[in-house]
Structures are given as C-alpha cells and as structure tokens.
C-alpha cells in the first residue's frame, strides 16, 4: 500500500491511527511527500492528517520538533527559494505550514525553547522576505498559496513572548514589502492572512500606537512608477490590507487612534 492508499484510509477512519503503524515513519514519509504536485495527496491528506494529529496530540513532542526542523531545512523550507512558477513552491508553501502545528502543539506542552522559537523565526522571516513565487491557486494541481500560508507561520510565530518589538517591527517591514508588489494584484485572501499576523501584534500590546501608526502610514505611501497596471496593483493591494485590518479591528469591538489613521490613510490614497 503506498502514501496516498494509507493515508486515504486513515483519513476515512476520522484520522484514527491505525493499530501496527509507527507514526515516526509514517511522518517521515508525509515529510517527503510534502510538495507532492497532487493537491489531494499535498493538501486533503498529508496536511490535514498531520493537522488532525496535532490537535488530538498524537504526535509526541520529539517528532513534531525534528518535523519542525525538518520543515525548515534546506529541501523543504528553502527549496528553489527565488524560483518564480515553479513546482518547488508547493513544498515552500505546504512545509511552512508545519510550524502553525508545532507551535500549536507547543502552547499545549511547551516542549520549544527560546532558541528553538528564535531560529524559527529567523528561518520564517528569511523564506517570507525571498520567497517570489506569488501564485495562490495553480490549475491542474490545486493551492500553493505561498504568502498566505507564511502569514499563516508569522501569526503563531509573533505570539510568542519570545518574539520581543524588534522581531515583531521585523515583521511588519515584511507585510509592507509583500504589500508593494506590482505583480500579483491579490485575489485569494492574502489581504486577510496578512492581517491577521497584525492584528495578533497590534493585541501583544508590545508596539506603542505611534509605531503602528508610522507604519500604517508607510502601508498607503505605496511606491509609484509610472507604469498604470504596476501602480494600480500596488494601490489596490495597500488599500485591500488596510481595510482588512480596520474590519478586523472593528470585529473585535477595538476603538481608537488606529481605526482613525486607517481611516485617514485610505481617505488620501
């Protein structure tokens, strides 16, 4: 029976794990297969066994840290970093998902040291910054989403108390850059993946207003070049995020000086 057979099987027995299987192998194989081109295989099965298993705690804290480590190695975290439309961008994209899990798992147990959360964040930030493949669904093999998934990584990553104003300034500075690309002009909800990576800083309480406020206003100075298309992607994308976040803020029934700046920005732009 190979991966797919066996995982397919789990998946229909409620993600139960099946009596004279080790999970260690059966995560290193998942680990392989990660970037797998079929989105069945990629993402209804490896992803979300592995999600099931982190909830339920069946994964010991000894496997979910060397997967943690593994996701964030040179053939899966980094691998054909710099490509553009490429197929290397699933395993990219479907590895850094692993670390929302293990630190999920890590709230529970706690088993990650401050080391630990800061060569993560060090890894996530460098792949977020280099990563260049924008797409969110590819025909014919389903969701690489890139930049939504790493949201996905930096909002349980900026959670940390180990991730002090410096690292969460860091972070931002990110956000702003992949806000103020020309090429995509978002349309798969990356605004909204973003946003909650800010919203999770704004509530740490770390920044003070007059921070967040700067960099609010840095999100609608877009940088123009005369180029209608470029610029308008740029626009629309800085307008979408900061919308994005002012809803946000609303839902959670927030008040104050960063609605009105919101305001106030997206009323100059």
Request: glycine share 4%.
């Amino acid at each position: 029976m190979n991966l797919k057979q066996q995982l397919q099987e789990i998946s229909e027995n409620e993600y139960k794990i099946p009596e004279g299987i080790s999970i260690d192998t059966l995560v290193c194989e998942m680990m392989s297969s990660i970037g797998s081109v079929d989105s069945e295989l990629r993402d209804s099965l490896i992803y979300m066994t592995l999600y099931y298993w982190t909830i339920r705690n069946e994964i010991s804290p000894e496997i979910m840290k060397e997967m943690l480590y593994t996701c964030l190695d040179e053939d899966h975290l980094f691998l054909g970093l710099g490509e553009n439309e490429s197929d290397t961008v699933f395993t990219r994209a479907f590895s850094v998902l692993v670390v929302p899990l293990a630190l999920t798992c890590n709230t529970q147990i706690n088993f990650l040291t401050e080391e630990d959360i800061q060569y993560t964040f060090d890894k996530i930030t460098t792949y977020f910054h280099q990563e260049k493949d924008f797409r969110g669904y590819v025909e014919d093999k389903g969701w690489a989403h890139a930049v939504a998934h790493a949201s996905d990584a930096l909002e349980s990553i900026v959670n940390s108390s180990y991730v002090r104003a410096d690292g969460l300034l860091t972070v931002l500075e990110l956000i702003l850059e992949k806000t103020h690309v020309s090429n995509p002009y978002y349309i798969h909800l990356e605004d909204e993946r973003m946003t909650n990576v800010i919203v999770t800083i704004i509530n740490r309480n770390v920044l003070s207003d007059e921070q967040l406020m700067n960099w609010i206003r840095r999100v609608g100075t877009y940088p123009e070049t005369g180029i209608i298309s470029d610029d308008f992607n740029r626009k629309g994308n800085a307008r979408n995020l900061l919308r994005s976040v002012y809803f946000k803020l609303i839902d959670q029934q927030k008040e104050g000086l960063l609605l009105s700046e919101i305001i106030t920005v997206l009323n100059k732009m």
